[in-house]
T-cell receptor, first 115, second 112 residues
Framework: AQSVTQLGSHVSVSEGALVLLRCNYS??????LFWYVQYPNQGLQLLLK??????LVKGINGFEAEFKKSETSFHLTKPSAHMSDAAEYFC?????????????FGQGTTLQVKP | GAVVSQHPSWVICKSGTSVKIECRSL??????MFWYRQFPKQSLMLMAT?????????EQGVEKDKFLINHASLTLSTLTVTSAHPEDSSFYIC????????FGPGTRLTVL
């Protein structure tokens, strides 16, 4: 079975500080991994995705994530947090082989950005 | 980019009534559509997979007679919550898939 686990349900950083949101995966096949952001009462916005190409993936709004097979991790980072980054972040894995469209989501991490 | 719409964006209904939520892919034909449910402060849980012209596949624990899914065309899937109860109050999100998945903006259902 495939799954993702997000470590830390709540992360708080100061504006301008490094953002690090953790995601570990479990998969018996090469995983397709995603990071999404959700603002209150809105749908999901794709930040970036790993599809077995480059292990360092750059996304929108300055976010990036590195796929580390040895650590089964796909942590999301941003060098400098902005107030507008405050939101809910979800890591997800595609069920099955490749991108099937069927996603299993992690528990989510709330990012708080303090002025 | 590909756009997926949901209608309505929010709905309030009385307990015992049925509510229909539409999911449309506006500028592409989706081979598959997925329905997710999200309770407050929680993650998204996959409810069912919908393919055009065939019966939906429901995840374990999801009542297929309560959550009726119809996939009438390659651009439209509907979710009907039958005999809704307050515990069905949730945020329902669909995604449409063609090479990759595109999410709708969600529908907030409140059952009184």
């Amino acid at each position: 079975a495939q799954s993702v686990t997000q470590l830390g349900s709540h992360v708080s950083v100061s504006e301008g500080a490094l953002v690090l949101l953790r995601c570990n995966y479990s998969s018996s096949v090469p995983p397709y991994l995603f990071w999404y952001v959700q603002y209150p009462n809105q749908g999901l916005q794709l930040l970036l995705k790993y599809t077995s190409a480059a292990t360092l993936v750059k996304g929108i709004n300055g976010f990036e994530a590195e796929f580390k097979k040895s650590e089964t991790s796909f942590h999301l980072t941003k060098p400098s947090a902005h107030m507008s980054d405050a939101a809910e972040y979800f890591c997800a894995v595609s069920l099955g082989s490749g991108n099937t469209g069927k996603l299993i989501f992690g528990q989510g991490t709330t990012l708080q950005v303090k002025p | 980019g590909a756009v997926v719409s949901q209608h309505p964006s929010w709905v309030i209904c009385k307990s015992g009534t049925s509510v229909k939520i539409e999911c449309r892919s506006l500028d592409f034909q989706a081979t598959t559509m997925f329905w997710y449910r999200q309770f407050p402060k929680q993650s998204l849980m996959l409810m069912a997979t919908s393919n055009e012209g065939s019966k939906a596949t429901y995840e374990q624990g999801v009542e297929k007679d309560k959550f009726l899914i119809n996939h009438a065309s390659l651009t439209l899937s509907t979710l009907t919550v039958t005999s809704a109860h307050p515990e069905d109050s949730s945020f329902y999100i669909c995604s449409a898939f063609w090479r990759e998945q595109f999410f709708g903006p969600g529908t907030r259902l409140t059952v009184l």
